[in-house]
């Protein structure tokens, strides 16, 4: 009888083994599959239900975190991510690049999803921004002639 339950012991150690060797090597190779471009996914309300590693700075830069609402003055520049009846495209300007984002609704299953599918370095534009605003205030003085 000891020997039986002994057996069967050493068989639940031996499976949990394996299992836990097999979703090692799956968590391993949905790391290798995630994708580069942020992911995020939004309750109807604003509240990040999901969010994959790429999304990490624009969410660190937004003030958010997964399980908390998008900052109310995010969802009123960007009024496409309250709509859950039509699929658009917006741009997101960041402070050193812009993230262009498809979203997309799933209004069946309650979320609306972005995701991004460009992103570009905006280093170019700041420095223009910034000699625009060092123009002086009265253009209408002209150089003197001598």
């Given at each position: 009888?000891?020997?039986?339950?002994?057996?069967?012991?050493?068989?639940?150690?031996?499976?949990?083994?394996?299992?836990?060797?097999?979703?090692?090597?799956?968590?391993?190779i949905?790391?290798?599959?995630?994708?580069?471009f942020p992911?995020?996914?939004?309750?109807?309300?604003?509240?990040?239900?999901?969010?994959?590693?790429?999304?990490?700075?624009?969410?660190?830069?937004?003030?958010?975190?997964?399980?908390?609402?998008?900052?109310?003055?995010?969802?009123?520049?960007?009024?496409?991510?309250?709509?859950?009846?039509?699929?658009?495209?917006?741009?997101?300007?960041?402070?050193?690049?812009?993230?262009?984002?498809?979203?997309?609704?799933?209004?069946?299953?309650?979320?609306?999803?972005?995701?991004?599918?460009?992103?570009?370095?905006?280093?170019?534009?700041?420095?223009?921004?910034?000699?625009?605003?060092?123009?002086?205030?009265?253009?209408?003085?002209?150089?003197?002639?001598?």
């Open positions: 009888m000891e020997n039986k339950s002994i057996i069967k012991r050493m068989i639940k150690v031996s499976d949990s083994h394996t299992i836990n060797k097999n979703m090692s090597k799956q968590c391993k949905s790391a290798m599959n995630e994708s580069r992911v995020i996914k939004l309750s109807l309300n604003g509240e990040i239900l999901y969010a994959n590693l790429s999304s990490l700075p624009i969410m660190s830069e937004w003030g958010c975190s997964a399980n908390h609402k998008l900052p109310a003055k995010l969802m009123e520049k960007y009024p496409e991510l309250n709509n859950m009846w039509e699929s658009s495209d917006i741009k997101v300007i960041m402070e050193s690049y812009s993230v262009h984002f498809s979203v997309v609704p799933f209004p069946e299953a309650g979320f609306i999803g972005l995701y991004a599918y460009e992103m570009e370095e905006v280093k170019e534009i700041v420095p223009m921004v910034y000699q625009m605003q060092a123009v002086p205030q009265n253009q209408n003085s002209l150089p003197r002639r001598a």
